[in-house]
Structures are given as structure tokens and as C-alpha cells.
């Protein structure tokens, strides 16, 4: 109970420090205006694609969403590393703005149903950039690894909040007005969106364009080679596309089932989604466990089955009582699915592809949903709707059961060292860096026992380590001099890296000491390539040297 009692309370604090952090607190701000407007367009499109051609209109737009946007997705990730994350974004949410102000236009001027169409299709192709690019400048915004995974646990509830609020404000305002006005309405939404974004201040300018290491096609290909050579990666991606191939056909199945197996008639079908939400909302909440849990892999396969089952439930056991409650619970798991899977990936995958690794993420989502809404009716044909429902939610526990092992492997590799977090933490050079970076640092220190009277290295030496003091003590000598004594929590050994010359001192163990060490290119990578840490390790070293400049 006392270890939950303290889960509890890391959680809470950082889901405070969200609010408490400015820059944060915007984006979350802006994804909710970008999920709003997204949904709340949807609904106005397929409405008006339903009053020019009927079902074959609705089908046209449900393909003018998924593949259009598989093909995008890969693309719009290499745009989110190529270039600035936060101007992608706002040019993404400020493009969509006026594609939607401009099909507003067309049809208010009653214009030919294919401007509209070709407008939708921009929307969808410039949304493309904006996630990606958000799901990865989210890690450097956040400070520590529990307020990444409260930061995913919040976006993941605004995500399934969205869901409904965006349907909903489509509805209410079609009841009292027409299709345009809910264009209208929805640009107002991403235009929203950019101003949060614009107010964002980072603690440090993001770098411009790359120069390209080769052609487009390499560079759009980045993400699926990381991917590849990454057999973490592979696992995750291929369980998430998993998830979204039961997803697509889930949307056709629950559609089916409300009319023939539940009795519930055409109203049923929006009541189900409706239950699928509610349990996306509950998730939220329950997700807050996952913060500062680092056991991720292994929730993450959990989630899977908790999605999966209740499908396969529904088919067992067709009352519609009871497919209210599974359904609910369907969606329970879907959000825990995307907090841990999301923020597994965020924590496994490099910074400089991280954005074209979701933009494969989101391309594999975009086909197997595609693919899976495919599939449903041919199952519906082949099996019933009962045998189909069996089938579709048999798949997740079918491919994530097996994978557990991999899952806890996944978990062992992605355990961030808490003590070795918290000692770089409080050096200043390493302070400004962001959360990723430091995991990634933490990761990589080393363990060294020292016994008494040991010398670490002695003046003259070549440079190769970076060490902190853990326990003991290190005296510091210069010259055949005595000039300083290090405890637990002081670092020594940087000068040689940053300046590159030979050590300037002797350091030597005067009692037994435990140190954590890190490599020369680690060091030099995370300290040289921030500016606030670069200026804070020249201090020291300017210190250390008794120079005034």
C-alpha cells in the first residue's frame, strides 16, 4: 500500500508539473484544438459527401482519410526532423485553416464537389505532419521521464476526449446551421491551435533545416530503416499495426452487430462508439499509473489483450447489456495501448528520427485500420457476424501472448537508472539538457569501483572519461600538489574532453570510492550540442583553470 501510496503521488506531481510547465501546457492546449477541429471536420465532410452521391460518396471519403494518409505519414515525419517542430506544426494547423475556410467557400458558392474533395485531401495530407512532429518535440519539452508519460497520458485523454467533443460540436452546430459553418468553426479550431503553438517558448531555439544526407526518398526512409535494424522497434510497431487492423474492422463490425446481433437498430451504432469514449476517458485515468512505471513493455501487451478480448467477448456473449460494458472496456485498453506504447518509442529511439519513426507509426495505422475495414465484411460474409466478431478479437491476444517475453526483455534495456539519472541532474552542465538526452546518458554511465590510494588517471594522460563521485572520496593533485578533495556527487575529468589537451591533473582515490564514469563521445555529444549545457561546462572549466576570460 506505501509503495502505491507513492505511485499515486509521483503521478499526481507530475501531472502538476504539466501545468507547471508553460511551454507544456500549451502544446497540450493546441492539441486540443487540433483534435477537435479534426474530428468536427470529419463529420461536416461526410454529411455533405452523403447529400451529393449517398453511400458511395461516404466510401469515397472514408478513402480519401486512410490511404492518402498512409502514403503521407512517412513523409510528413521527415519534415517534422528536417525542420523546426513547432514551425511544422503551426504551418500544418494554419494550411488546414485555410483549406477548410476555402471548402467552406466552394460549397457555400455552390461549387463542384471535387474542389471540396480535393481540399479534404490536403487537410488530410498536411495533418500528416503535425503529430509526428508533436509526439517528438514533446520529449525535449518535458523535464523528466514522469512528465513525459503524464504529458502522453493527458494527450491520450485529449485524444479520446476530442473524439467526442469534435463529432459533437459537428452535430450541434449542423442542427442549427449547415456544413460550411462547421468548416467554418473547425479552422477556427486549428487557428486556435497555432496560437497556443506560437506562444510556446523553448529554452532553446530549435535548430533550422538540416542539410539532407541524401536524396528525399533517404531521408523519407529513415524512420522504416531505423525500424528495420531495431528488433525493438519492429516488435512495437508491428503489435501497434495489429492494434489498428482490429481497429478498421471493429468500426465495420460494431456497425453491423448494433443492427443484426444486438438489436439495437441504426441509433446503436453511434451509442457503441459513444461506449468505446467513455472507456478512452476511464483510461485516462487509469493511465496515471503508468507514470513512472517501468514496467512498459509488458503493460503495453496487457493493453493489446484488454482491447482485443472484450471484441471476442461480444461474439460469445451477444446481449447488448453486456456489449456496452465489453465495448467500454475495449476502450479502456486502446488508451493504455497508445501511453506505454507511445511512450516506449519515445524512450528507444533516437531523437534525430524520432518524428519519421511516428510517421511510419501513423502510416502503418492509416493502411492496417484501411486494410481492416477491408477485411470485416469479407469475415462478416465468410462467418456471421458472431464468427467475425470471434476472429477479429482472437488476433490481439494471438500475436501479444507470444511476445511477452520480448516485451520484458523490451522493459530491461528501457529501464532508466534512477540514481544515475538524479546525479547528472544536479551537475549544471548536464541540467538544461532535455529528458531524453539525460536518459540516454544515464544509460550509459558506468559503474567503477576504486579501491584506496588507486589513481584514476595522472597528469599527462589522454582523455577518455568523464566520472562523478558516488562514494568516497578523490583527491586532486597538480604539479606533485594537493589542490582539491571531491565527495559524493562532484564530478572531475571533463577539461581534457571539452578543451581536448592532456589531464591537467592527477586525480587519486583517497579512501574506497565508487564512480560513474561516461565515454568521451557520449559526453562530448550531449554537453557540446546543447547551448545552455556548452556555456554551463565552460564556466567550470574556466573555473577550474583560474582563468578571468
Known amino acids: 500500500m506505501q509503495a502505491l501510496r ?24 493546441a492539441w486540443i484544438g487540433s483534435s477537435v477541429g479534426t474530428w468536427g471536420y470529419v463529420v461536416a465532410l461526410m454529411v455533405y459527401a452523403y447529400r451529393q452521391g449517398g453511400p458511395a460518396a461516404v466510401g469515397l471519403v472514408g478513402m480519401i482519410r486512410w490511404f492518402p494518409a498512409a502514403a503521407a505519414a512517412p513523409f510528413g515525419g521527415m519534415i517534422g526532423d528536417r525542420f523546426p517542430r513547432l514551425r511544422v506544426m503551426v ?11 476555402a471548402a467552406a467557400a466552394a460549397i457555400a458558392l455552390d461549387s463542384s464537389a471535387v ?36 504529458a502522453n497520458v493527458a494527450n491520450t485523454t485529449i485524444e479520446a476526449a476530442g473524439y467526442f467533443v469534435g463529432p459533437a460540436l459537428g452535430g450541434v452546430v449542423l442542427a442549427v446551421s449547415n456544413v460550411e459553418t462547421v468548416f467554418i468553426v473547425t479552422a ?53 499495426a495489429a492494434q489498428t487492423l482490429v481497429y478498421g ?3 465495420v463490425l460494431t456497425a453491423v452487430a448494433s443492427i443484426r446481433l444486438l438489436g439495437l437498430g441504426s441509433p446503436g451504432i453511434g451509442y457503441l462508439n459513444a461506449a468505446l469514449g467513455v472507456g478512452g476517458l476511464i483510461g485516462g485515468i487509469v493511465a496515471v499509473a503508468l507514470v513512472g512505471n517501468r514496467r512498459l513493455g509488458l503493460t503495453f501487451g496487457l493493453a493489446l489483450i484488454l482491447w482485443g478480448s472484450p471484441i471476442l467477448a461480444i461474439g460469445l456473449w451477444a446481449k447488448a447489456a453486456p456489449a456496452f460494458v465489453l465495448i467500454g472496456l475495449a476502450g479502456l485498453g486502446l488508451t493504455l495501448v497508445d501511453v506505454a506504447g507511445f511512450t516506449l518509442l519515445q524512450r528507444a529511439v533516437p531523437e534525430e528520427v524520432l518524428a519519421r519513426v511516428f510517421g511510419v507509426l501513423h502510416s502503418a495505422f492509416f493502411a492496417t485500420g484501411g486494410i481492416g ?32 517475453g520480448l516485451l520484458a526483455r523490451i522493459d530491461r534495456t528501457l529501464t532508466v537508472p534512477t ?49 562523478i563521485v558516488d562514494s568516497g572520496e578523490i583527491e586532486i593533485e597538480i604539479d606533485g600538489r ?29 579512501k574506497e570510492t565508487q564512480l560513474y564514469a561516461l565515454d568521451r563521445d557520449a559526453f562530448l555529444g550531449a554537453v557540446t550540442g546543447h547551448a545552455g549545457s556548452s556555456e554551463a561546462a565552460e564556466t567550470v572549466v574556466v573555473a577550474r583553470l583560474g582563468l578571468t576570460g
Do not use: C, K
Open 419 to 467: 540514481a544515475q539519472l538524479e546525479a547528472l541532474r544536479a551537475i549544471e552542465m548536464f541540467a538544461p539538457l532535455p529528458a531524453p538526452t539525460l536518459e540516454a546518458l544515464a544509460a550509459n554511465l558506468m559503474r567503477v569501483g576504486v579501491p584506496a590510494g588507486e589513481t584514476i588517471f595522472r597528469q599527462g594522460d589522454h582523455g577518455d572519461r568523464f566520472y
Open 188 to 240: 477556427v479550431a486549428f487557428l486556435w491551435s497555432a496560437a497556443m503553438l506560437a506562444l510556446i517558448r523553448l529554452r532553446e531555439p530549435e535548430p533550422g533545416p538540416e542539410a539532407a544526407r541524401g536524396t528525399w526518398q533517404y531521408e523519407a526512409l529513415a524512420g522504416f530503416r531505423t525500424i528495420w535494424r531495431d528488433p525493438r522497434l519492429r516488435l512495437i510497431i508491428g503489435l501497434f
Open 115 to 150: 474542389i471540396v474533395y480535393l481540399l479534404a485531401i490536403l487537410v488530410t495530407l498536411v495533418s500528416q505532419a503535425f503529430q509526428p512532429a508533436e509526439s517528438a518535440l514533446l520529449p525535449t519539452l518535458a523535464e523528466s521521464p514522469e512528465e513525459l508519460a503524464a
Open 482 to 510: 594537493d589542490t582539491n578533495v571531491l565527495g559524493p556527487g562532484e564530478h572531475f575529468g571533463e577539461i581534457a574532453l571539452l578543451r581536448d589537451i592532456p589531464r591537467t591533473a592527477t586525480a587519486r582515490a583517497r
Open 249 to 251: 474492422g471493429f468500426v
Open 6 to 29: 507513492r505511485q499515486l503521488l509521483d503521478s499526481v506531481r507530475a501531472f502538476a508539473s504539466i501545468y507547471r510547465n508553460p511551454s507544456l501546457r500549451r502544446l497540450q492546449l
Open 91 to 101: 504551418v500544418s494547423d494554419l494550411v488546414r485553416a485555410s483549406a477548410l475556410a
Open 373 to 404: 475495414a477491408i477485411l470485416a465484411p469479407a469475415l462478416i460474409s465468410w462467418l456471421g457476424i458472431r464468427g467475425a466478431l470471434i476472429v477479429a478479437g482472437a488476433v490481439l491476444p494471438a500475436v501479444t501472448i507470444p511476445s511477452f
